[in-house]
């Protein structure tokens, strides 16, 4: 399993998009959310969304394998979501905040943790503000939480700096190519 971390904006999902196309035994297990769907996403490609009390639900009867909230929603990873790729025998990539990534390194130590880099807070700053899909108020609670997150960049296996989609791009399929080989 590869987990993937970083502030929002990053470019987490750009970079995983990218890693599909160079290795197609590659899996997303899609995350479940609470929070509200943006006018671009679809329930179950980009996230499962739930209400709060289908969330609690799952939660009490241990369907995650994490979960923790984030800019006041609640994320997690669904247990069903991991099996059901890695029955088909598929490598498995998990995009997730900090505190749900430390979470499965705990419970999964074998786990490869790989952290996005942003060039800049400048730059993260302008990428939030460039997708048009949070208020300003939303925008600065994610930018709180990436000063945590850039600060525990080294408790991962792997950083890659996303300062050059390209460069980023052949770095991270550089790691990806080398941990699934030796799984």
């Known amino acids: 399993m590869i987990i993937v971390s970083g502030p929002s904006g990053a470019g987490k999902g750009t970079l995983i998009r990218?890693?599909?196309?160079?290795?197609?035994?590659?899996?997303?297990?899609?995350?479940?959310?609470?929070?509200?769907?943006?006018?671009?996403?679809?329930?179950?490609?980009?996230?499962?969304?739930?209400?709060?009390?289908?969330?609690?639900?799952?939660?009490?009867d241990g369907d995650f394998l994490e979960h923790?909230?984030?800019?006041?929603?609640?994320?997690?990873?669904?247990?069903?979501?991991?099996?059901?790729?890695?029955?088909?025998?598929?490598?498995?990539?998990?995009?997730?905040?900090?505190?749900?990534?430390?979470?499965?390194?705990?419970?999964?130590?074998?786990?490869?943790?790989?952290?996005?880099?942003?060039?800049?807070?400048?730059?993260?700053?302008?990428?939030?503000?460039?997708r048009d899909t949070e208020a300003e108020a939303d925008i600065q609670v994610r930018l709180a939480e990436s000063l945590v997150e850039l600060e525990a960049s080294q408790e991962f296996n792997y950083q890659v700096r996303n300062d050059d989609l390209d460069a980023a791009t052949a770095e991270m399929a550089r790691i990806v190519d080398a941990v699934t080989r030796s799984s």
């Open 18 to 60: 990218r890693m599909h196309e160079r290795f197609p035994f590659l899996r997303t297990a899609i995350s479940a959310t609470t929070r509200p769907m943006r006018p671009t996403e679809k329930d179950g490609r980009e996230y499962h969304f739930l209400s709060e009390d289908e969330f609690l639900a799952h939660v009490a």
């Open 68 to 130: 923790v909230i984030y800019a006041g929603n609640r994320y997690g990873t669904l247990r069903s979501e991991v099996d059901r790729h890695l029955h088909h025998g598929d490598s498995v990539v998990l995009e997730i905040e900090l505190r749900g990534a430390r979470a499965l390194r705990d419970a999964l130590p074998d786990a490869v943790t790989i952290f996005i880099e942003p060039p800049s807070r400048d730059e993260l700053v302008r990428r939030l503000r460039a």
